[in-house]
């Protein structure tokens, strides 16, 4: 067997909270003005309340509603295969599996919490959403959940990407959004912004201040994040909770190493949370490294401290790995892992050893991408590049040492709008960031 | 249920040869010079043996060769949903499902046939294949197939689609591929072509005549041909015998309509001809519905005659449904059904009534595709949304009438490289050819 499928009485019913887990709480966030832990009031403004009480949740199991359920029929179960012609490219000793997220509608796992999202704010009498978007990924998930639900979409797209990457707008349109370039002209965080760094290709932390701008200002609109917070990471959860059930499949005992990219750190918790359950249960004993982008080394050469998620300082204070909320990373290609900070709740787990991390250069990562291509077919998000790399690492290792350890990569995201990117790698003329 | 679900084992073992099944055999294909059917040696200077026997096969069933069935498996079985939200977007009485073939490592169903033709070359010893491309769904789809089995690939892509579809070339050349616009200044055809059609965007017979050249003079290269040819559309039987299986596991009868896009027929006939065989042995009354486009409308407005594959005159005469093999169609975004001619087993199925055909206008294709994108989260192929509005045309009738037919759909690639031509269609500039 090469591919282990799911039918659609599989997807999972409940997000997992590893916040009930964990051996010790995770430090709350702060408000930015008086410093005292958040109350679900002062994120009202901005986000509904469904939403909000799973960012403060601690039960174990979160129920799916129905209607969201519905909707991931349209995508998952996402497949789990063992990448054989991969092993034999490399000609390892090691036992290699991917988890495919890329066959979603918009191409990543990004549309996991997006009609979770939408569907929350849908319910509470909202009319439109505002986001911010790096490589597109998220923005495209979250137009296509808001036209599903009947909500306007408004995206702010990082400059770079936003000029770098005209399919992923073009996507997004496709499903009714309307895209803005970040820093834009349109909010007073933009101008000030551009103002301040007029040549600016823009960053996640500029655009997400702009959409909270747009959402604090508006009682139909609210905010919408593709990554770091609580609510988002549990919506993703889903991802982990199938490979397990697949793996099994399998007949492996284990998982020994999971590899996932991590930017804001939505995709590695959804793939990693329901394993480092197992791991804390004594069922199992995986390693999960994150793998981030050398250009924003956030666990890596972050600080472990209370920051703000945006650079204008709009969100609340999150205790995270950070590299300053004024950081802004090279132009590399990876725009979703483009990010100052790292989710709290990957954070916490990182700085209780429950996680391991390392940071890979682009240039790593796109010759592991095209080996990749070349042996399974799909040609794999920029960011996904950084956990295959981090898992060819540990297969030519292993091969060395002659070990067969089983390798689980979660790739996030087809590449099908990253190609201008391979094409660079390709010429050479790729900087090494 | 909304999406039936096969695993590995249920791909398909043999493909199914219709040529057994027709009531009256389809006129051979004569030699351009005596204009005597053809014998397998007039082919083996452009094909490996293996292929020119199932070009000529009357046999029913052909084993799939084991190396092909296991690349089968990193996308087959296909996917096949009942299109629950396009029925609501709608509002129809009908029911309507899609077969998708976009989940393929290169988007679209052609590598069913790109894998099959990389191998039988391969055994054949062949070190090259030389294959025209039109949108660039053929040429990656063969691209990735060389590189599996060890094959360059060289492929002549329609000038227009090269300049206008810079992505579907970087995919190629990240399966390793030389990839050159036709016409070019590297074949005597090409400089012959450009002298003649010095603004030619090229077209499909153009690009084939070059390939053919090449492949023709050099013992170590093979041509290599994405759709028309018999060989070709039996590869793409795994579609259909794969959604028999699957419409049966939702407990329909019988499917009432079905609808594909048809340039060289290739897709159509992979989705088709199981079905019709399924009508010839008096288990169904299924209706097959070839979508062209108006712009390349050889079904409904060509002439049943004796004509060339490509503008040069370099194939064998293939009895055919045909524009003409000069003539070039109008530069419609649907680049993979700008074919002068239609496959012959396609034209002998329609003229002897076993299938039908409309003509489809570009607009009324993509305002299909956009509102199938925005149901259904997939954005089809610029192809594929013919097929999608054919069917949109019956439920709407259907509806009108107060009937339920059964409507299957062939979606037959993704459309995340066709960006451009949806949101030229967004912005109400696109020609209505």
């Known amino acids: 067997m090469t591919t282990a499928v799911l039918d659609e009485s599989q997807i999972p019913t409940h997000w997992y909270n590893i916040v009930a887990d ?74 290699i599996y991917y988890k495919y997220e890329g066959a979603s509608p918009v191409g990543s796992h990004k549309t996991n919490s997006a009609v979770a999202q939408a569907y929350y704010n849908a319910q509470a009498g909202i ?23 009947g909500l306007a979409c408004d995206v702010w797209q990082v400059r770079g990407s936003y000029d770098g990457k005209p399919y992923r707008r073009m996507l997004m349109e496709t499903y009714g959004a309307r895209v803005t370039a970040s820093p834009s002209e349109v909010t007073e965080t933009g101008r000030a912004l551009r ?28 905010y919408s994040l ?57 069922r199992s004993a995986t390693r999960i490294v994150a793998c981030e982008p050398k250009a924003a080394p956030s666990l890596t050469e972050g600080e472990y401290t209370y920051d703000f998620g945006d650079t204008a300082h709009l969100t609340p204070l999150l205790k995270m790995y950070s590299l300053g909320a004024e950081f802004v990373p090279d132009p590399v290609h990876a ?10 709740l990957v954070s916490h787990a990182y700085h209780e050893g429950l996680l391991e991390a390392i940071a890979i250069k682009q240039r790593e990562a796109f010759a592991a991408g095209v080996l990749f291509a070349n042996a399974e077919g799909i040609v794999p998000a920029s960011e996904s590049n950084h956990a295959i790399a981090g898992a060819l690492r540990e297969a030519r290792r292993a091969t060395e040492a002659g070990e067969s350890p089983v390798i689980l990569i979660g790739v996030s995201g087809n590449g099908q709008l990253d190609l201008p990117a391979y094409a660079e790698y390709l010429s050479g003329d790729m900087l090494d960031s």
């Open 335 to 344: 725009g979703g892992l483009r990010y100052h900070g790292m989710a709290p």
């Open 127 to 149: 009319k439109r959403l505002a986001t911010e978007t790096g490589a597109g990924q998220w923005g495209s998930a979250l137009a296509f959940a808001c036209q599903a639900f």
């Open 195 to 222: 103002e301040r760094f007029p040549d600016t290709s823009g960053s996640l932390g500029m655009a997400i201040s702009e959409a909270v701008e747009v959402a604090a200002g508006d009682p139909d609109a609210n």
């Open 22 to 95: 964990f051996p010790t709480p995770p430090p709350p966030p702060l408000h930015p003005g008086t410093r005292e832990p958040l109350v679900p009031d002062d994120l009202a403004a901005i986000f509904p309340m469904g939403l909000i009480l799973q960012e403060a949740s601690t039960e174990r199991w979160i129920e799916i509603p129905a209607p969201v359920r519905e909707l991931y029929r349209l995508w998952r179960p996402s497949p789990l295969r063992r990448a054989v012609r991969l092993e034999e490219a490399l000609g390892t000793t090691a036992r």
């Open 226 to 282: 593709g990554s770091v917070l609580n609510h988002v990471l549990l919506h993703q959860t889903v991802i982990g909770q199938e490979a397990l059930t697949q793996i099994g499949m399998f007949d492996e005992e284990q998982v020994d190493v999971l590899f996932g990219c991590a930017g804001g750190g939505s995709n590695l918790a959804g793939l990693s949370f329901p394993f480092i359950r197992e791991n804390l249960e004594g």
